[in-house]
């Protein structure tokens, strides 16, 4: 009898996994946490009845199970997505569009909303806000993490700052806040700083003493974040994208410090070989060009947060 076939992001932790030789790089190719991929790949081993991996302090290793496993795994989703994409030639299909969430609500959505009124845009778009790129169809995605997306096509999108920001009302409570006084307010963290940097790397870059314990609130989303910011309820660590309409429209204040340069960035990926199909190529060029008009008017408009 045959073997039940195990869930799909099991194996595509374990593609991904095994092509970047980390579970850190897997995680953020698909917009994961290292702890989620590392229990995707154990219950794979666990479903197979195999080691897949042989664990060290530097890295993963292909046991000779998982040599054997890996092609006939990667050959499944590629010839899969090559199928399907056969199939939709013969009619017109709507591009999928993936966008990290942060982005997608902060930055990325106003701009797409302007540019649909424009007959040169004239894109079909289904276009999914998530921070999990495996749980989602996708032709087209934007991501942050450092570049390495195996089988994808990738081109970098743009950089951010990253710098502490709130609200009008929060200075006017509680008066200027100088670079060391930060520590001694409510500091509003993200739960996962895997890729977008936390508070305790952000003093480090300033050459302080990280926060004893982390007091104030928690968010998965960097976006939720600034929205309590914008309540006044703390101080965040804002990065440029998603912060700037915010400073612009004057509900949010960057204090003054130092820029620290998130060591990730935001990349546009799709299919390797795919990059050259007309709508594929027309979305890549649109949000590069709006990617550099936006950076020029951060730096011509707010050059206190450019570093």
Same mark, same amino acid.
């Given at each position: ?106 930055w990325l959505t106003p701009r797409l909303h302007g540019s649909h009124a424009e007959a040169s845009f004239n ?50 409570? *509680? /008066?200027?806040?100088?670079?060391? =006084? &930060? !520590? @001694? ?39 939720q974040a600034i929205s309590l910011a914008v309540k006044g309820g703390g101080i965040a660590l804002g990065r ?31 299919? *390797? /070989?795919?990059?050259?199909?007309? =709508? &594929? !190529? @027309? ?25």
């Open positions: 009898m045959a073997q039940r076939p195990p869930p799909t992001p099991m194996l595509q932790a374990f593609v991904s996994a095994a092509q970047t030789g980390s579970f850190a790089r897997a995680a953020a190719g698909l917009n994961l946490t290292a702890s989620a991929i590392s229990h995707q790949i154990s219950g794979l081993e666990e479903w197979w009845g195999v080691q897949l991996f042989e664990r060290h302090s530097r890295g993963v290793k292909l046991t000779d199970a998982g040599q054997a496993l890996l092609p006939v795994t990667a050959g499944f989703f590629n010839e899969l997505d090559a199928v399907l994409h056969s199939l939709n030639l013969s009619t017109p299909q709507p591009l999928y569009f993936s966008c990290t969430s942060s982005l997608c609500s902060t894109l079909d778009l289904v276009l999914t806000s998530t921070d999990n790129l495996g749980a989602h169809q996708y032709d087209v995605a934007v991501v942050m993490g450092y570049g390495d997306y195996p089988e994808h096509h990738v081109e970098l999108l743009m950089r951010d700052g990253v710098f502490p920001v709130c609200s009008p009302e929060f200075v006017r409570a *509680n /008066g200027d806040i100088a670079l060391e =006084d &930060i !520590a @001694r307010h409510s500091l509003i963290h993200r739960v996962d700083d895997q890729v977008c940097p936390g508070w305790d790397g952000w003093f480090a870059f300033q050459g302080m003493a990280p926060v004893p314990s982390h007091h104030g609130p928690r968010f998965a989303d960097s976006s440029t994208a998603l912060v700037y309409d915010a400073l612009k429209e004057g509900s949010l204040l960057a204090l003054n410090c130092p820029v620290m340069m998130s060591p990730a960035a935001y990349y546009i990926i799709c299919r *390797n /070989g795919r990059q050259s199909e007309p =709508d &594929i !190529a @027309r979305l890549f060029a649109w949000l590069k060009a709006t990617a550099d008009e936006f950076v020029g008017e951060v730096r011509e408009q707010c050059p206190q947060i450019c570093s």
